[in-house]
């Protein structure tokens, strides 16, 4: 069973959280993470796509060709991809929780063989599920099927695998027709509600929860990461957008737990984990990433809490 009750989406605010960003291969650096502060409830990966060339960073309001460079994406082709990947996964694995998950953000170049290799690594059987991203970027190729979604793999170490399904993040308004035609009770606190009865139990839905999401995202755009005309965006290249990262850790993981993002890159995972009161480690092997990921958490505890 879980270890920590889940809490409320009502809760009370939450608890101080913590993050460290430590530099270096995470292949060396995963156990040493683990031996110090135990194992992590959550792993969130997102590697390189495989998508060839080298990624550079925005720097002010310049183009990211002529900012300097953050990463390189050239691995020699797929089969060197996931040589690299392989014992990384393994050392993420074993660094988990039993009740711990992982989420493996890949796109179309490397997705498929990436899960052939995680069902391998992690046993087909820890295999949870898949969430489509749609960063809302809009199409591009002018022959065949645009690919204008990410996919997120989701792995467990067992079937307890924390998942808050009544946390807020996981949840989204019901349709006004659905809530025009269905939610016609009213309880004595004034919540609207309605009742379904399912192999002879009944179950209460009340509309200001809303209905769960589901493995389809589209409320998360990459926009809001991506130009230099907002403030969340640092510059770095493929930086994931806040609300996808808070959505991650609030659903997967309860208040004090411990997330890792072993390619962290400008640390959204670490600034989420951090605002939602867990405590995080961020690991990887760009100075320039490390320095991102450091102020954006700098600028964070500044801020103090909301």
Same mark, same amino acid.
């Given at each position: 069973?879980?270890?920590?009750?889940? %809490? *409320?989406?009502?809760?009370?605010?939450?608890?101080?959280? *913590?993050?460290?960003?430590?530099?270096?291969?995470?292949?060396?650096?995963?156990? #040493?993470?683990?031996?110090?502060?135990?194992?992590?409830?959550?792993?969130? +990966?997102?590697?390189?796509?495989?998508?060839?060339?080298?990624?550079?960073?925005?720097?002010?309001?310049?183009?990211?060709?002529?900012?300097?460079?953050?990463?390189?994406?050239?691995?020699?082709?797929?089969?060197?991809?996931?040589?690299?990947?392989?014992?990384?996964?393994?050392?993420?694995?074993? #660094?988990?929780?039993?009740?711990?998950?992982?989420?493996?953000?890949?796109?179309?170049?490397?997705?498929?063989?990436?899960?052939?290799?995680?069902?391998?690594?992690?046993?087909?059987?820890?295999?949870?599920?898949?969430?489509?991203?749609?960063?809302?970027?809009?199409?591009?190729?002018?022959?065949?099927?645009?690919?204008?979604?990410?996919?997120?793999? &989701?792995?467990?170490?067992?079937?307890?695998?924390?998942?808050?399904?009544?946390? %807020?993040?996981?949840?989204?308004?019901?349709?006004?027709?659905?809530?025009?035609?269905?939610? %016609?009770?009213?309880?004595?606190?004034?919540?609207?509600?309605?009742?379904?009865?399912?192999?002879?139990?009944?179950?209460?839905?009340?509309?200001?929860?809303?209905?769960?999401?589901?493995?389809?995202?589209?409320?998360?755009?990459?926009?809001?990461?991506?130009?230099?005309?907002?403030?969340?965006?640092?510059?770095?290249?493929?930086?994931?957008?806040?609300?996808?990262?808070?959505?991650? &850790?609030?659903?997967?993981?309860?208040?004090?737990?411990? &997330? +890792?993002?072993?390619?962290?890159?400008?640390?959204?995972? +670490?600034?989420?984990?951090?605002?939602?009161?867990?405590?995080?480690?961020?690991?990887?092997? *760009?100075?320039?990433?490390?320095?991102?990921?450091?102020?954006?958490?700098?600028?964070? %505890?500044?801020?103090?809490?909301?």
């Amino acid at each position: 069973m879980p270890r920590r009750a889940e %809490r *409320s989406a009502d809760s009370a605010a939450p608890r101080a959280g *913590s993050a460290v960003v430590l530099q270096g291969d995470c292949l060396k650096k995963i156990a #040493a993470a683990n031996a110090r502060g135990g194992p992590f409830d959550l792993v969130y +990966l997102d590697p390189p796509f495989n998508a060839g060339g080298t990624r550079g960073a925005r720097e002010g309001r310049g183009s990211r060709a002529e900012g300097r460079a953050a990463y390189s994406d050239a691995w020699g082709g797929l089969d060197a991809f996931l040589s690299v990947l392989e014992p990384r996964l393994a050392a993420m694995r074993d #660094a988990m929780a039993e009740d711990a998950s992982l989420f493996l953000h890949l796109d179309f170049r490397a997705v498929h063989d990436a899960k052939v290799l995680a069902d391998r690594v992690f046993g087909r059987s820890a295999f949870r599920g898949e969430i489509v991203w749609v960063p809302g970027n809009g199409a591009r190729r002018m022959a065949g099927p645009s690919m204008t979604h990410q996919t997120i793999l &989701v792995y467990a170490k067992s079937r307890d695998m924390v998942w808050n399904t009544k946390d %807020r993040a996981l949840r989204e308004s019901y349709a006004e027709t659905s809530l025009s035609m269905h939610f %016609r009770h009213v309880d004595p606190g004034g919540r609207r509600y309605r009742e379904r009865t399912i192999g002879g139990k009944t179950y209460r839905y009340y509309a200001d929860e809303g209905r769960r999401l589901g493995s389809v995202w589209t409320d998360c755009p990459a926009m809001t990461a991506n130009t230099p005309l907002t403030r969340e965006t640092t510059g770095y290249p493929t930086q994931k957008p806040l609300r996808l990262l808070d959505r991650i &850790v609030r659903i997967a993981t309860h208040e004090g737990g411990r &997330v +890792l993002d072993p390619m962290c890159g400008s640390g959204t995972t +670490l600034v989420a984990s951090l605002s939602a009161g867990r405590h995080a480690v961020g690991i990887d092997q *760009s100075a320039l990433a490390c320095g991102v990921a450091r102020k954006r958490l700098a600028g964070l %505890r500044a801020q103090g809490p909301a």
